[in-house]
């Protein structure tokens, strides 16, 4: 065969070929090209923290992660789309906004959320309430969007876009919500040139020990016992987790929030009565109010507080802005995919 005849049927073939791969592609319904290959995602937590349990029905990828984290500052999640999640939690301000909205902090490692505890389980538990109940999220402007339907079946290998699949992408994002890079963590593995300050160890030994007996419900590195008690706010305590228990035990029990990052979480309490810390270790001090639940662990309720002196006080501030983690609120993989 003569070379250039070769070349004719060569590329004669060649291009019949592609024209035919073209037609092909454009013939297909949308989702056809799309592949289900996840990467897992390996979370990193400080060697300090309790031991992740992750569902085994939602492993964590990377393509699960990259979901979440847009359904999250995507305000399309909404019925109404007028807010998205990050709306009111809100990453500069440790994932919380104005009370009583509670921070998005190492809550991988919670089992009841919300201040009464109205919901138990999984994140995946609490996601679903958030997305079905809370904004009653539209499947329809989901499937129907130019993105998310190649996203949901990147992640899930699902053509059909549902709310547990919303609550498990924006678990997957949640469990990486992990803040363990303040002083105090910094401090804790030994970091070079990281000490407290004597204010600060000062007032780590108040929170530590039965002088300040802080620990009792804020303790251990998730700096929460993850539970519920009536820490002595009011004469005539709300119904609170009794709302949900039916039970009279219950009335003025609240989570116990996180003390990480609370300097930035203000103001503080349920119902945001104190606008500092100033204010709230005053009331620890001087202001418990008794009542019939108030929590034995209340051990000073008859005199009214601890009595911390001015510097006692100033320096479990001190200790407690130790628990500022500033890399998190600045880490750009928790910040909005969208600019
Ligand atoms: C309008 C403001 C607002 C928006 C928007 C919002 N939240 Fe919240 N969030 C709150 C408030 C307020 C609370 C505390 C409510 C309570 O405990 O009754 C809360 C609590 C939570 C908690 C419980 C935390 C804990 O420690 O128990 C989770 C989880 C949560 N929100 C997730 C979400 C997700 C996911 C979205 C988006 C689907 C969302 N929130 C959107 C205000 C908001
Ligand atoms: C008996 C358990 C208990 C003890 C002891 C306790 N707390 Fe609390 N703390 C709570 C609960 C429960 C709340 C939430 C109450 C509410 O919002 O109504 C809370 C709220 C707080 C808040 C506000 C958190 C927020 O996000 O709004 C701070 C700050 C705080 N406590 C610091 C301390 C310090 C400092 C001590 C020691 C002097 C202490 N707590 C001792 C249970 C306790």
């Known amino acids: 065969m003569k070379p250039a005849l070769f070349?004719?049927?060569?590329?004669?073939i060649l291009s019949g070929l592609l024209g035919c791969k073209k037609d092909h592609v454009e013939n297909v319904?949308?989702?056809?090209d799309w592949t289900y290959d996840p990467t897992p995602f390996e979370i990193k937590a400080p060697a300090s923290f309790p031991i992740l349990n992750i569902p085994v029905g939602n492993p964590t990828t990377v393509e699960g992660v990259k979901l979440g984290r847009m359904l999250y500052y995507d305000p399309v999640l909404h019925s109404d789309s007028?807010?998205?999640?990050?709306?009111?939690?809100?990453?500069?301000r440790s994932f919380t906004s104005d009370p009583p909205v509670l921070p998005h902090v190492n809550l991988a490692w919670n089992t009841s959320f919300l201040w009464n505890g109205k919901v138990e389980g999984a994140l995946e538990d609490i996601m679903l309430f958030e997305v079905k109940e809370f904004f009653k999220t539209d499947l329809e402007k989901l499937q129907n969007h130019q993105d998310y339907p190649k996203l949901f079946y990147e992640a899930f290998g699902a053509r059909t876009i549902t709310h547990e699949l919303c609550a498990k992408a924006l678990s997957q994002f949640q469990r990486t919500l992990i803040s363990g890079k303040s002083k105090y963590d910094r401090v804790l593995e030994g970091t070079n040139w990281v000490f407290l300050t004597d204010e600060?160890?000062?007032?780590?030994?108040?929170?530590?020990t039965e002088k300040g007996d802080c620990f009792h419900c804020h303790g251990g590195i998730l700096f929460t016992d993850n539970s519920f008690h009536n820490n002595a706010l009011d004469a005539s305590p709300e119904p609170a987790r009794s709302a949900i228990t039916s039970n009279p035990a219950d009335v003025g029990k609240?989570?116990?929030?996180t003390l990480r990052n609370i300097e930035l979480t203000g103001p503080y309490m349920h119902d945001g009565r104190y606008e500092t810390l100033e204010e709230v270790v005053?009331?620890?001090s001087e202001g418990l109010k008794t009542s019939e639940t108030v929590d034995p662990l209340m051990k000073s309720l008859h005199l009214g507080g601890?009595?911390?002196?001015?510097?006692?006080?100033?320096?479990?501030?001190?200790?407690?802005?130790?628990?500022?983690?500033?890399?998190?609120?600045?880490?750009?993989?928790l910040a909005s995919p969208f600019h």
């Open 282 to 284: 005053d009331f620890y």
């Open 7 to 12: 070349y004719l049927i060569f590329f004669g």
């Open 29 to 32: 319904p949308p989702g056809q």
């Open 254 to 257: 609240f989570k116990s929030p």
């Open 306 to 333: 601890k009595h911390l002196t001015t510097q006692e006080k100033s320096d479990l501030i001190a200790f407690l802005k130790s628990l500022t983690d500033t890399a998190f609120i600045a880490d750009t993989a």
């Open 82 to 92: 007028l807010r998205a999640c990050a709306s009111c939690h809100s990453q500069e």
């Open 200 to 208: 600060e160890l000062n007032g780590f030994d108040i929170f530590f």
